[in-house]
């Protein structure tokens, strides 16, 4: 490995630098493309470092940004390009990420957020040190709905008329059934949750996903992600196995490990 190159100097009115991370400035590191192709660098302010690409303005500039982000294609792009940076950062040595889409038009205006913001980056890194982030979630065994074909709930009336009272009474039971696993489901995800805590840094509970970008049909009930000492990544990973087999009510997905996008946020607005 070898220290990073300093980034092109950004003068032209045209250019801007996209930031991917903050890490130390002695850090050495392969030189990598990021977004849109540009060799990336650093830009240095004392003892931290700013990791950054040239970009061009008029595809990346605010009005431009303001468009792109709302195109999913382009959007999915960017992020896997951005976090390619940072995971190929972070086998280097402690990484702060920094918020998609972060553009300065300077490398003045680059190392300007270093200094201003140079407590809370070295608090940060004191957080994350030796440290990686792993993500859990956890989705129902079983849906807590049932849905029924049209045609086999209309032969289902069909056959019932006359017997509207007890299709109400089956369906009521089914209601009750899927309402008793869906909290079954929950308990079980708070039990696993404060397992895995019990084995972490610390821990951030995030939205559960819709199934359209989770990608799985099955209901999620918990999306969480956990701090882990590096050292102590071996029995985290028991621990989601341990908790799998503890749990029928769930299916657990273990993700990592990853750059900790959860636990080293610092406001650094481009």
């Keep these: ?73 382009w959007l999915e792009a960017a992020a896997r390009a951005h976090h390619g940076v940072i ?25 300007g957020m270093l200094v201003r913001n140079r407590a809370d980056f070295h608090l940060a890194f004191d957080r994350i040190q030796g440290r990686s982030e792993w993500g859990v979630k956890a989705y129902a065994a079983t849906a807590t709905v049932t849905s029924r074909p049209a045609s086999q709930a209309t032969t289902e009336l069909r056959s019932e008329r006359g017997s509207g009272a007890q299709y109400l009474s089956q369906r009521k039971a ?61 029995e985290f990973t028991a621990a989601v196995r341990d908790a799998a087999v503890g749990s029928p009510a769930l299916q657990l997905e273990l993700t990592g490990p990853w750059p900790p996008y959860s636990f080293a946020a610092v406001a650094a607005e481009g």
């Design 174 to 234: 089914r209601l009750a059934a899927s309402e008793q696993a869906r909290k079954v489901a929950v308990a079980s995800a708070r039990d696993v949750h404060a397992m895995l805590s019990s084995v972490s840094v610390a821990t951030d509970l995030h939205q559960p996903q819709d199934p359209q970008l989770s990608g799985r049909r099955d209901r999620m009930i918990m999306n969480g992600t956990y701090l882990v000492d590096d050292q102590a990544s071996s």
């Design 87 to 111: 995971a190929e950062a972070a086998t280097a040595g402690a990484v702060v990420p920094l918020r998609l889409a972060t553009v300065y038009r300077t490398e003045a205006g680059l190392a």
């Design 1 to 73: 490995m070898r220290p990073w190159k300093p980034v092109m100097r950004a003068v032209a009115e045209d250019m801007g630098l996209w930031a991917y991370a903050v890490i130390n400035a002695s850090t050495p590191m392969r030189s990598v493309a990021g977004i849109a192709g540009g060799m990336v660098g650093t830009v240095v302010a004392g003892d931290l470092a700013a990791v950054a690409s040239p970009v061009d303005l008029a595809d990346y500039g605010e009005d431009a940004l303001r468009r792109n982000l709302e195109h999913l294609p």
